[in-house]
């Protein structure tokens, strides 16, 4: 899990939600305040509906890269139900957008961003870092699509390193 530029519009939200987990340490943002502040996450509750959120979010994104799911978790798409949009038209273009209708809780927020990205054609390019110890959330902008890993210089490297040391070589 290294930096890279976010991922384009709606689905940075996204990416920065599942990367609220960092598998290898165990530290988790959604226990500090500043990190449910980021996500206008205001009690315990709330926070927990998060998380399920982040793990439904994350067993999709190891799919788009083909991936199995690290654990079982709801599906998105039921999740995603609770959180009606509706449609938004702008009078100056013309141009429409999906908007969450009522509150803007955070999986209003997330099922407007994953319509928004299905529009784009970007949903797909959102994958999980394939590393079990890892799975971190990043933008695959390879030009076939087909990246595998958050980082080649660390999840790459190490997965490259543990087949040649498994040739025995």
């Not at 998060?50 to 654990?71: D, M, T, Y």
């Not at 798409?77 to 429409?96: E, H």
């Amino acid at each position: 899990m290294t930096e890279r530029s976010p991922a384009p519009g709606g689905l940075a939200l996204i990416e920065a939600l599942v990367n609220t987990l960092d598998l290898e340490s165990g530290a988790d943002a959604l226990d500090t305040p500043q990190g449910r502040e980021r996500f206008g996450i205001t009690g315990d509750d709330e926070a927990d509906q998060a998380r399920v959120l982040r793990e439904s979010l994350r067993v999709a994104l190891l799919a788009h890269a083909g991936h199995p799911p690290h654990r079982a978790a709801p599906a998105l798409g039921d999740l995603l139900a609770a959180a009606p949009l509706f449609v938004t038209v702008d009078p100056a273009d013309g141009s429409a957008a999906l908007a969450p209708a009522g509150a803007t809780s955070l999986h209003a927020r997330v099922a407007a961003a994953v319509a928004e990205s299905l529009t784009a054609g970007t949903w797909m390019r959102l994958k999980a870092c394939e590393a079990a110890d890892c799975h971190w959330a990043y933008y695959d902008r390879s030009p076939a699509g087909r990246g595998r890993w958050c980082s080649m210089q660390v999840c790459g490297a190490r997965a490259k390193m543990r087949r040649y040391r498994a040739k025995g070589a």
